[in-house]
């Protein structure tokens, strides 16, 4: 077993072992004397999961219930949040209780969020199943949920008790979805690992899976630690987002994955910054070649305004500018603030 300890406002540890799904309620119950305990997943994931973490919870004194919510980013919504509540209410949820997320990055996000606003502030533990979601989202405490006019711009920051990663939950992941998570992986490597890059140019992700998690999250859970509030250094783990976000928005939040908007995303901007020489040559061919080898989308059929125009309202924005993340080279990024109104000059758009 693997073991990450994040240094937060409240710490917690990270277990990444094979087949701790499992033993879910031991670790839940060593972090957590609740009497009852609610599982949030989603229509895909609990079929698979759902009854094995309910026996484990069962069998270390938990009395639990459970709320399933039909799988889609589409849905990660106030209304779903709102069905939660009266799931919570109708079973007697108390501030001494706790809530198991168990699904991908929807489902943490969704449950984090319910978690920190019912009773204003409920424990809640990760258990994530995606790679998205194991190497990024389940780690750092933020929660939230998406409005019309962007994503992620309702939620709260409210750390887990424990995160549960199981890379076997990963084989009963379908591909596309592998590749989503493969987004944020290369993410990582772009923005802090020059070595992970070069290992994922050489090897296979899936054979190096356990190491791809345990780097990806080391990179975060320092970021996180430095950062907690989102405030400075944290925004670096936002490369490729202001524009994926933007794409998922155009999108409708449907018919392209988080992971793929995030890579298009980072690709788009980073060919502009290596035309004007902020970024080395040859980066984004390098970004481009990585994303293919993992089936990733490399364009969109989105012209650049309508990207850029999709961008505003982003919650990255702060007062009068908006923050991007640019690359120097593969391993380096800074951070680089446009103001709102120079932003369609920078990217050459009337």
């Not at 988080?258 to 984004?284: D, F, P, R, Y």
């Amino acid at each position: 077993m693997k073991t990450i300890e994040v240094k937060t406002g409240r710490p917690y540890n990270i277990y990444i072992e094979h087949g701790i799904i499992k033993n879910a309620g031991k670790f839940v119950r060593d972090v957590s004397k609740a009497v009852r305990a609610v599982i949030i997943s989603d229509s895909n994931v609990a079929p698979i999961y759902a009854d094995i973490v309910e026996n484990s919870l069962k069998e270390n004194g938990f009395e639990t219930s459970m709320f399933v919510f039909e799988a889609g980013e589409e849905r990660k919504r106030l209304a779903t949040i709102a069905k939660m509540y009266e799931h919570f209410f109708e079973h007697s949820i108390t501030r001494t209780d706790i809530i198991v997320a168990l699904g991908g990055g929807v489902t943490g996000d969704m449950a984090g969020f319910a978690a920190a606003s019912y009773l204003r502030g409920i424990d809640f533990v990760q258990i994530p199943t995606s790679l998205l979601s194991q190497v990024d989202s389940s780690v750092g405490g933020k929660t939230g949920v998406d409005l019309p006019t962007g994503k992620n711009l309702v939620g709260a920051f409210w750390q887990p008790n424990v995160v549960l990663i199981d890379p076997d939950t990963l084989d009963t992941l379908p591909q596309k979805f592998f590749n989503d998570g493969m987004g944020e992986v290369i993410k990582y490597g772009c923005i802090r690992s020059k070595s992970l890059f070069e290992r994922l140019e050489r090897e296979n992700a899936k054979d190096i899976i356990d190491d791809i998690i345990y780097e990806c999250i080391s990179i975060k859970r320092d970021v996180v630690e430095n950062d907690e509030r989102d405030t400075g250094e944290r925004a670096i783990l936002n490369f490729g987002h202001t524009f994926g976000h933007a794409l998922e928005k155009l999108h409708n939040y449907s018919g392209i994955t988080h992971g793929e908007a995030v890579a298009v995303g980072a690709l788009t901007l980073t060919k502009i910054t290596e035309e004007k020489n902020i970024t080395a040559n040859g980066v984004s061919e390098k970004i481009s070649t990585l994303l293919k080898k993992y089936n990733m989308p490399t364009e969109t059929e989105f012209s650049l305004t309508d990207i850029v125009k999709a961008t505003k309202g982003d919650k990255k924005s702060s007062g009068k500018s908006l923050n991007f993340i640019f690359i120097r080279d593969i391993g380096e990024c800074f951070i680089n603030k446009i103001e709102n109104d120079k932003i369609p000059e920078f990217f050459g758009i009337g």
